[in-house]
Structures are given as structure tokens and as C-alpha cells.
């Protein structure tokens, strides 16, 4: 089976990344990871959001595609600039989304300073992906990451395509209601889990795997679900392992593959 990695990140060699591999088994390295796509059949990438993109995104490997960064300096700055750097980005066909981190930028999805990137996002065609559910450091606040928050935007902006990143993790319940409700809101799985998975994993956690299981069964609709990792926080085969059991068989080539690939209009 091929997969498409819908929510990855492209840091090689940094510093705040390097014990996160290790954790899940990996390295974090440009050659580490190219490797471990080879191995596991991943066939494309969409990069989310990294600092520094107008100098580095024309050096990622030719299967990588990515989303363009809308963070707290950006919405801080001056405000015509940073429009016109995310349209420029837009343009390109590489980038294929626009990414936001509401909990980390400390402001509501609803905000009118947000509402010209979903016009941006509309006039492109191209999805705007959200951070939602639980947060990695102390200092953002999750009353901003809560995946309802999605649905007055989905609402009022009915012709953008949003991506619901992490499904609203540990907020299922709330994110299964978003996605049966909003036929424009996806959802992409990835950072359900952080490291390598303990060899007694599947005993012992059974009733996070189960509640998975259930509010994706609500939805009831596994063509806006798509496969992710938040690379480099998981192990690859562990985490392609995790999903498949997650996902009935008759619906894993589309959530791992082809959803991605119609999501983000990548063309493969």
C-alpha cells in the first residue's frame, strides 16, 4: 500500500527535535527521513508550517509538498505583509494549504483578523489546516485549540476547506460532531500517539483505542480522513501499525492515500 503523510514536520538537525526522534526510534535528519519514506511505502509529504519557509522550502525533497505558516509573529506584524507573504506562497504549487496555531497564537478561529487568509484560502482553492486538541507547551492555551471552535468557521466560510489536524485530540466526541456536521471540515490523524509504542501497548490502552474507534465510526464518512504522523514525535511503522487498526480494511487506502491526495489536490 502507498501512503500519503498529510501532517509532517521538516526540521533536520534541529536541536528541540533530536531527542524527540530518538524517543520514537528515529533520527532527525534530511537522509533519516528520506530513508524511512523509502522503507514504509510513503510516497508524498505535506510539510506543516516551519519557521523560516521563505528560505527553506525550495530545498525539501521533491515528493514534499507544504502548508504555509500563519503563527503569532505573523498575525502580530504588520498585517498587509503578511497576507501578501502567505499569497505569494499560494501561488505556489508546492504549497498546498494554508496551517494555523490557534492555541499557540492565543487567538479564537472566529477572529476577524483571521477572516482574509479564508478569503485567501477560498479564492485559491487550497484548505487551511488547524491545530486542534492538546498543545506541547505550558504557554498556549487550550481554550483556543478546542475543535468546536471549527464550527462557526466552517459555517460561515462554507466554500473553504478546513483540516481538523490531530482530530481534535482528546476532544473526539466534540471533533466527531464538527466533521458529521460540517461537510467541509476534514481531519487528519496524526500525533494521536508521541515515541515508540511499549510492547504491551494494545493491552493497556485499550479503551483510548476503542473511543478512537467509536467517534470515527460516528462519522460514518472515512473519505475526510487522512493519514499523518507529526514526524518526528512517532515511530513510522508503529504508527502505520496503530492507524490500520484504527481503520477498518475496505476504508485504509483512502485515509492513508487517496483522501490526501483529493484533499490537497496534489495530483498523484
Not at 507573504?85 to 494549504?97: K, P, Y
Not at 485559491?124 to 471552535?149: E, F, M, Q, W
Not at 473526539?172 to 460532531?177: K, R, V
Amino acid at each position: 500500500m502507498k501512503y500519503i503523510d498529510a501532517h509532517l514536520h521538516f526540521c533536520p538537525d534541529s536541536v528541540h527535535f533530536q531527542d524527540i526522534a530518538r524517543d520514537a526510534g528515529h533520527q532527525n535528519t534530511r537522509e533519516h527521513l528520506l530513508q524511512v519514506c523509502k522503507q514504509n511505502q510513503i510516497v508524498h509529504c505535506i510539510v506543516m508550517g516551519n519557521t523560516d519557509l521563505d528560505e527553506n522550502w525550495q530545498q525539501y525533497p521533491d515528493f514534499f509538498s507544504f502548508c504555509v505558516g500563519v503563527d503569532q509573529q505573523a498575525l502580530s506584524g504588520n498585517p498587509e505583509q503578511s497576507l501578501a507573504r502567505v499569497e505569494a506562497f499560494l501561488q505556489q504549487q508546492r504549497c498546498v494549504g494554508i496551517k494555523l496555531y490557534p492555541g499557540y497564537s492565543h487567538i479564537y478561529l472566529s477572529d476577524p483578523l483571521l477572516h482574509p487568509y479564508y478569503r485567501l484560502a477560498q479564492k485559491y482553492d487550497k484548505p487551511v489546516a488547524i491545530h486542534t486538541g492538546a498543545v506541547a507547551n505550558s504557554r498556549a492555551l487550550l481554550k483556543y485549540s478546542h475543535p468546536l471552535l471549527l464550527d462557526e468557521v466552517a459555517v460561515t466560510f462554507p466554500q473553504v476547506r478546513f483540516v481538523m489536524c490531530h482530530m481534535g485530540n482528546p476532544w473526539l466526541q466534540d471533533a466527531a460532531a464538527v466533521l458529521e456536521k460540517n461537510p467541509n471540515v476534514s481531519a487528519d490523524l496524526s500525533g494521536l500517539l508521541v515515541g515508540r509504542l511499549p510492547i504491551r501497548f494494545y493491552e493497556e490502552h485499550e479503551s483510548y483505542l476503542t473511543l478512537l474507534k467509536t467517534w470515527i465510526e460516528y462519522v460514518d464518512d472515512y473519505s475526510r480522513l487522512m493519514y499523518g504522523t507529526d514526524w518526528p514525535l512517532v515511530n513510522i511503522p508503529d504508527y502505520q501499525n496503530f492507524i490500520s487498526r484504527v481503520i477498518p480494511e475496505r476504508h485504509q487506502q483512502k485515509v492513508f492515500f487517496e483522501n490526501a491526495n483529493q484533499i490537497y489536490q496534489l495530483g498523484l
